[in-house]
């Protein structure tokens, strides 16, 4: 189990002057590829950084993986990082899975309505 975590997981880094400014995960699974774990230095936003990394795990997934499709979760409240996703192309589904509530591994929620909404991008070559 361990083995195939490791082949079928990527942990991307952008790094400048030796600090981790950006990150995310990429997993291959059936036919798409998963996106988790993106962040981006808040000190960094806005020059490109996110586009760049995005970029990469798009062609790594498209390249490397053959997949034709990225997935990713975000909050649905998260409308103002949800339109940065929709004006790189991806797109709502409108599929919705509930908010991991007494996970300690999310967090500590400070309302109760939290979900997290499916988007996808189809990145065939």
Same mark, same amino acid.
């Given at each position: 189990?361990?083995?195939?975590? +490791?082949?079928?997981? #990527?942990?991307?880094?952008?790094?400048?002057?030796?600090?981790?400014? /950006?990150?995310?995960? #990429?997993?291959? &699974?059936? =036919?798409? /590829?998963?996106?988790?774990?993106?962040?981006?230095? %808040? *000190?960094?936003? =806005?020059? !490109?950084? !996110?586009? *760049?990394?995005? !970029?990469? $795990?798009?062609? +790594? *997934?498209?390249? @490397?993986?053959? $997949? !034709?499709?990225l997935r990713m979760t975000v909050i649905?409240?998260?409308?103002? #990082? +949800?339109?940065?996703? @929709?004006? &790189? /192309?991806? *797109?709502?589904t409108g599929e919705l899975t509930p908010? %991991?509530? /007494?996970?300690?591994?999310? =967090?500590? %929620?400070? &309302?109760?309505?939290? $979900?997290? @909404?499916?988007?996808?991008?189809? +990145?065939?070559?």
């Amino acid at each position: 189990m361990v083995e195939a975590a +490791i082949t079928d997981t #990527l942990v991307l880094v952008a790094e400048q002057d030796g600090v981790v400014v /950006g990150c995310c995960q #990429l997993e291959r &699974r059936d =036919g798409y /590829g998963y996106l988790g774990m993106f962040a981006v230095d %808040p *000190a960094q936003q =806005g020059n !490109g950084l !996110g586009r *760049a990394v995005l !970029g990469e $795990a798009e062609r +790594i *997934a498209r390249d @490397e993986w053959g $997949a !034709g499709e990225l997935r990713m979760t975000v909050i649905v409240q998260r409308e103002d #990082l +949800i339109g940065w996703y @929709e004006r &790189r /192309g991806f *797109a709502r589904t409108g599929e919705l899975t509930p908010f %991991p509530y /007494g996970d300690e591994r999310f =967090g500590r %929620p400070l &309302r109760d309505d939290l $979900a997290f @909404e499916t988007l996808t991008k189809k +990145i065939d070559a």
